[in-house]
């Protein structure tokens, strides 16, 4: 089992910042890949944001490309998403997420709320 708790979601004005993280605990970090995924009411839960084990690959949903920065510290066990230039559309719950490739297996955590205001 891998518990992933979030942290850093909130209320901003259009063209703001937030930086949401997420912690998890209870396997190892480094063997999972971490994303983001967000939803809003009634939508299916949307990519946002992935970054792979070790290396440091990334990968974005083009809605928030060059806008977004997903990072991971192992030796912290957090990955974290840096939202820059949020837009209204933005906003969402925003869902932290461990994936397994080896074994196909998903952790999520239990998601923060994004709000951008126009």
């Known amino acids: 089992q891998v518990q992933l708790v979030e942290s850093g979601g909130g209320l901003v004005q259009a063209g703001g910042s937030l930086r949401l993280s997420c912690v998890a605990s209870g396997r190892t970090f480094s063997n999972y890949a971490m994303g983001w995924f967000r939803q809003t009411p009634g939508k299916e839960r949307e990519f946002v944001a992935r970054?792979?084990?070790?290396?440091?690959?990334?990968n974005y949903a083009d809605s928030v490309k060059g806008r977004f920065t997903i990072s991971r510290d192992n030796a912290k066990n957090t990955v974290y998403l840096q939202m820059n230039s949020l837009k209204p559309e933005d906003t969402a719950v925003y869902y932290c997420?461990?994936?397994?490739?080896?074994?196909?297996?998903?952790?999520w955590g239990e998601g923060t709320l994004v709000t951008v205001s126009s």
């Open positions: 970054v792979v084990r070790n290396n440091g690959i990334t």
């Open positions: 997420n461990a994936h397994r490739a080896a074994y196909d297996i998903d952790y």
